[in-house]
């Protein structure tokens, strides 16, 4: 089993800034890509940032030049550095990962509250 933990929990002004971190532990061979989702109340769940194994990165237009995605493979996380922050970036913030073990499985972080306050 692989359980992925989430940290960084946060109440912030506009304008600041937080980072979110995600630790991958148990059964793991490698990790493909990794990722970080947001669900804010009343919406769904939307993809912020994903980034691959080497390092390629993808962002969601509403957090280009705002947020970092960013992932040490050795450690088994992946990071989130936001700033720039608005109060639309309030939701709860969930990361993911492609694991590698006897077959490639997607786990999911149990969520993470980020509060941004005007």
């Known amino acids: 089993q692989v359980q992925l933990v989430e940290s960084g929990v946060g109440l912030v002004q506009a304008g600041g800034s937080l980072i979110l971190s995600c630790s991958a532990s148990?059964?793991?061979?490698?990790?493909?890509?990794m990722g970080w989702y947001r669900q804010a109340p009343g919406k769904q769940r939307e993809l912020v940032a994903t980034?691959?194994?080497?390092?390629?990165?993808n962002y969601a237009d509403s957090v280009k030049g705002r947020f970092t995605i960013s992932r040490d493979n050795a450690k088994n996380t992946a990071y989130l550095q936001m700033g720039s922050l608005k109060p639309e970036d309030t939701a709860v913030y969930y990361c993911?990962?492609?694991?590698?073990?006897?077959?490639?499985?997607?786990?999911w972080g149990q969520g993470t509250q980020v509060t941004v306050s005007s």
């Open positions: 993911n990962a492609e694991v590698r073990a006897v077959r490639v499985t997607t786990y």
């Open positions: 148990g059964r793991i061979f490698s990790i493909n890509a």
């Open positions: 980034i691959t194994r080497a390092g390629s990165t």
